[in-house]
Nanobody, 127 residues
């Protein structure tokens, strides 16, 4: 079992920056694929960014490429999402997710590929 707790959400003006954190607990001694998702009111949950075990590869949605950066601390395995040049369209609840150990997602940004989820942290960007 893996428990995920996100933090770092809040309100920001367009053009600003924010960093989200996700602290895993439980069976975290084995590296696995992890990702950030977001869901805006009335919209489906969408993948934002994903990272491979050990952080060797990263994957981004086109909408955030060049603005967001996913990273992971090597020992504590805390997951981060650095969000720069924020836009009002980035307003959403942001979720951290973890895949099962040993699994390799066929679609790195598909919610169905991830088993463990945090409760989410709200990010609101005003124009």
């Amino acid at each position: 079992q893996v428990r995920l707790v996100e933090s770092g959400g809040g309100s920001e003006e367009a053009g600003g920056s924010r960093r989200l954190s996700c602290v895993p607990s439980g069976t975290t001694n084995r590296a696995r694929f992890m990702a950030w998702f977001r869901q805006a009111p009335g919209k489906e949950k969408e993948g934002v960014a994903a990272i491979s075990p050990g952080g060797t590869s990263t994957y981004y949605a086109d909408s955030v490429k060049g603005r967001f950066t996913i990273s992971q601390a090597p020992t504590q395995r805390t997951l981060y999402l650095q969000m720069d040049s924020l836009e009002p369209e980035d307003t959403a609840m942001y979720y951290c997710a973890s895949a099962l150990y040993g699994s390799v997602p066929s679609n790195f940004l598909a919610p169905s590929e991830y088993t463990y989820w945090g409760q989410g942290t709200q990010v609101t960007v005003s124009s």
